[in-house]
């Protein structure tokens, strides 16, 4: 049992720190938004799970499940708000190679 | 400038859990962590929460001003009633009135249960109206 | 050493309060320095105990609860007091069409 | 002079009668409104507590008809008050989250190769739903967000628009089938 | 542990004095009292950190929010 | 019997919120007789306690039953008594006359009863962290009334107060953590008991956290490295606010330094004081000659008379505490009394500048009439009670020549300014529109002139009860009425009017005309409150 | 040194990280990208050092922040929306 919380507290911080460098390393705004808060989705759900294996059934891990469901519903409204206040102010997305007729076409 | 889809009805989902969670907080203040001031702080986000994601005129229709200038001042004397009613029965000002019960449960304070109610409700509809002030002015 | 910490944030909050030119600067210098009071209270607080002050079954060796009933009341009057300080910039800035401290008083001095 | 009142007042009391009516209508339809979204907090108030003393039940009863009663208009809107958006399935309701959570960890660790490599072919494409529910539509949304290498930027009534991390077509129709999944299909037989 | 939470603190008040964009500085307020609210908690005063997370965090930053957008937002 | 401190505190708190609750549901019904019928109801329990307080009996009370460091207690002497007695007093005659001044918004109603809660707890508290609570209760009050009338000047006023007030709060904060951890203890019995304890074990920390507190509070009391913000504070209020302010809440301020000072036993810093007292006497009066505006010569007006009072409690013996206490009544009455007669000035005429008025005397006899008894008292002239307080704080001042000197230059500049305030009564009359004033704004004048009068007649009714409630040896009172003394006053009065017309002279009217453009920012006020924390501790730890 | 100390002093060192984000972000949004991550990292060490002091009560700290670290990122994206971007 605490091996399988060891494998999820690993994978936990594992997806923490590639979320973090992710975000530190992409290039606008978008992509590190994905990197961060895909991440830390991740390794927060990961971590979760693991503790309440650890933990079996008790008060902790219901307060646990509470935290969880009510961070797998604003995380996603969050990341969502940024990325939508930064489409409508006129951050053009990043792109490898930018033609001329494609500006349009990401509007 | 129209509201995003996502962000309104996901408010609109959770703003009654919200509610729900300060006063929550509110009435095991003595058992856990919490209380008065910050469950009242707890449910006046969550109104600002309906106001930032909805606009003005929705939280007028759920909690009109009003009422909640109404609340915050009658959250006061209704404190202050409690109190001047140990002091009628003969104790001191704010004594527990009320029985108590066993400890470890949530009647244990009965008084106290109620005082933090009283706090809670005054707390936020006080700072909910302080920012539909800033809001407006 | 964590005690200077503190008392760096504290002083960060002065600088803010006095050197910053911008009234909401001035605010948030403000909002700073009660944090580090704060922090200060619930710090010396902490030395004896190694849990919560909130009282459970089998539970002994809390820590101070004074200091954190005591910052509670702070942290109510620093709201009220920076609500108060943001409607009269709000005032002051509608009155005066900036938000420099130093040009609000250049105007207020011809008046 | 009492008769023309009388006849001036005539026609305002009809109307007033048949408002009365719709009144009644409505007023069914709101006391289920607050049963439910009651019932919904008092769940809610269960997995806040841990608590299943009699007093803490009572109190959470009480608490949560109270916001309830100044919530319902939010929590179920007029338009939503029908049986298949009130009754989900809830098997299916209590599932979806599993088959989310697996499809998240499966994608996360893709998420891995761009970030060390720093090599990504970000685009933005635009698709249509099929789903008929609004909180459908937010919920394949908000699904969409979760599901590494891809971001709702903009829900506008059927309208998708979706930031893509390692894109490989832009063109609508295959993305949507690519990006959407097997979530689509999922929540239609949930909400409809 | 509570020196590197202290060092953050530290640093995103001298940020949030220092932005010359005040809605960045209200950010960095903002995280500000997240940490800060974190460090109540590493000291066993959950009571003091709700209450930071939620007026520090929640309310404040409305606050500033709301009056930031009815005067300017740069600083000069 | 006990009950009724804490009613003290709770009575003006519910008449607050009901005035605004009574406005709230009927815009018909008048509101503002709750907040009438509070202060007059709690200025009937004073009265109901003072057999007890004069038989030299304390009370004190635990709010909930709960003792100790976790429950509010509440103690009063005779001090906290008579100061409570003249707040009250003040705060009912300045409402009286605010209804007659202006249709006020029940929210001014409200924020003035919470001035009246917030001065009421720092009187009768016995925990300095509950100190530091109604300190903040009393300031939040006075920022809110400061710009009550929301014009730019009186919003910057707010807006200075509020900034310096919070620096202090801030340091006041500091000093209770420094001797709560030193200590552990925060009621002030408590404190008072482990001073020497700590003094001889951490005397740096210690010393540390007094000036904490001293400058936290002082700055409220206004002595001249923390007075910036009152002159502006006090001179854009209304009327009865500014009143109030001048005549209460600098003293409650300066009433809990001197218990502060008196429980920590810092006696260099009180020497200090004696200093301080001197100079802001001597400063503020040069300020005060430089103004026009009325309200303003008035405020720094209130600057220098608490320098008389912040000298004479330096001196630190039971006849000077006794004349400092003795200035602190006659001058809450007099100053609130000069303060309402600027406000019918202006109330009738519209116009605040000294220069632009002259020829009032026979359109409001009775405005000129109160206007004149206010500033012979605070001139120090023979029959009225300013005369007597000046006398003995000079008295007092027996073995420190040049602190006494300046207090007594300060006396020749109060006679200076006052009759350029005197000024617009007397010659041809410019105006000719003058609006009707009504009784209610009368009424209060004459009670604080007759107050003004029969203490200054009587000097030994004021003076004599004051030694009974706070020295606790007996002494007796030197006599007030000697033939040297009166002719002193009638030299000064000579002196002063001299000074006056000195000023009239170009030369004159160029120096004060530089005076009057020197004014220091809020920047660098606040850094003036830095640089006299730091100077207060190497002066403490030095001596 | 239990594990979860250690786990969560290894979550304190990668919100350093986005630290540095909230420093240099160029716009707003960056920053606020930075505050979104730093939210469920100090939530993950909330949460462990819950189960490390082995009192559930301090859960609900935690939880508290979770639901406001939302309410004031959606408040920033509000204003943010409203205008035109000035840098």
Known sequence: MIFIFYIFLFLSIFFAFFGNIGMLRFPDVYTRLQASSKCATTSLLSLFIGLMIFKGFSSISVRILVIGIFFLLTSPVASHAIGRSAYEGGILPWRRVRKKEDISEDR | MERSQIVTMVSRKLVPFILLFGLYLISYGHLSPGGGFQGGVVLASGILLLFLSHGFTLVQRSFPERHLNLTELVMVLLFLLLGLAGLLLGKSFLSNILLLGEAGEIPSAGFILLLNMIIGLKVGAGITLICFYLFRS | MSFYLIVAIFMVGIWGLIAKDNLIKKIIGLNILNSGIVLFFVYIGSFQGTTAPIMEKGIKDVVDPIPQALMLTAIVIGICLTALALALVLKLYQKYKTLSISQIEKMSKDE | MLITKKKLFKPLQKKRKEKVKSVNVHSKWKIIRILLTASYLMLGWIFFTVNLAPFSLFLGLTLSFAVAFFTYDLFIEKEEAARRSLLPRIYLLILYPLVLLTKVYLASFKMIIPVISGQSNPRVVHFRTRLKSELARVVLANSITLTPGTLTLDLDNDHLIVHWLDAKTIHSHYAARLIKGHFESWLKRIWM | MLEIILLIILVLAILSLQFKDLLSAIISLAAFSFMLSLLFYYLHAPDVAIAEAAVGAGVTTILFVLVISRTKRRER | MNNILILLIVLPLLSSFLVLLVSFISRSFPGKIFSLGGIALSLGLLFLIAPAIFSGGTFSYSVGGWKGPLGITLYMDGLAWLTSLIGTIIALLALIYSSGEKDYHPRFYFFFLLLLVGMQGVILTDDIFNMFVFFEILSISTYALVAYFQTGRAIRASFDYLLLSSLGAAFFLLGIGLIYQAGGVLSLEGIREVTIHLQKNSPSMFNLAVVCLVIGIGIKAAFIPLHTWLPNAHAYAPTPVSALLSAVMIKVSFLATWRIIDIFQAFSLQYLFIWLGAFTAFLAVIWALAQTDIKKILAYHSISQMGFIVASFGVASSLSLTASFFHIINHSLFKSLLFLSAGLVIYTTGIRDVSKLSGLGRKMPLGFFACLVGSLSISGIPPFNGFASKNLISLSLKNYPVAAFLILLASVGTVASFSKIMRIFVGSSAGDRIKKVPLSMTLPLLILCAFCLALGIFPSWGAGGISRLIVPGSFSLPGVYTFWQVAASILILAVGIVFYLLTLTSYGKRVFGYIRQMRLGLNNSLLLLIISLIFFVIFIQLF | ?87
Do not use: W
């Open chain 7, 1 to 87: 040194m239990s594990v979860f100390v250690i786990a969560s002093f290894c979550f304190l060192v990668t919100s350093l990280l986005s630290l540095i984000r909230i420093i240099i972000g160029p716009t707003a949004q960056d920053r606020l990208v930075g505050l979104n991550l730093i939210v469920p990292q100090v939530v993950a060490i909330m949460v462990l050092m819950a189960i490390n002091f082995n009192r559930t009560i301090y859960l609900d700290v935690a939880l508290v922040y979770a639901i406001l670290g939302f309410i004031s990122i959606i408040a920033i994206t509000k204003y943010l929306k409203g205008k035109k971007l000035h840098e």
